[in-house]
């Protein structure tokens, strides 16, 4: 009895893999990197996660103060700013993004003024505070 398996010694080589998405731009803005993307690298080293843990840290969104105004960020552990951090967290959902330095809130627990109008942009309800996707849907 012959089998038509092939032995693990002619087993046919597995097709290449190639990456056939555009890289995401580094310090991008509000609309790039979609949460939970896994493609993210470091914005100030370049690394890519390593394992669970690092994709899990990476995932967080960082908004900094950018040449133009506020900007969208995500750091290794290594990596993360030097400065002051808020974490504006929505009361729904727990999530949000991690506000550093001059757009981090002041001791009174005040968000500067860039940083109001960029979460307000993204759609942020800054009295809850409440993330676009937890926000009531209005009915008409």
Do not use: F, K, N
């Amino acid at each position: 009895m012959s089998s038509s398996s092939p032995t693990p010694d002619q087993a046919t080589p597995a097709p290449s893999r190639q990456r056939t998405e555009s890289a995401r731009p580094v310090m991008a803005g509000p609309t790039a990197g979609a949460p939970g993307d896994r493609s993210r690298c470091c914005d100030r080293c370049g690394q890519a996660p390593a394992d669970p843990m690092q994709q899990i840290l990476m995932s967080a969104v960082w908004l900094v103060a950018g040449p133009a105004g506020p900007i969208q960020a995500c750091y290794c552990r290594a990596c993360p700013p030097d400065a002051a951090i808020t974490d504006l967290t929505c009361l729904r959902c727990g999530d949000g993004p991690l506000l550093a330095g001059e757009l981090a809130a002041d001791p009174h627990g005040q968000l500067p003024a860039p940083a109001q109008e960029w979460l307000l942009a993204a759609g942020w309800r800054l009295d809850g505070p409440l993330c676009p996707g937890c926000q009531p849907r209005q009915t008409r």
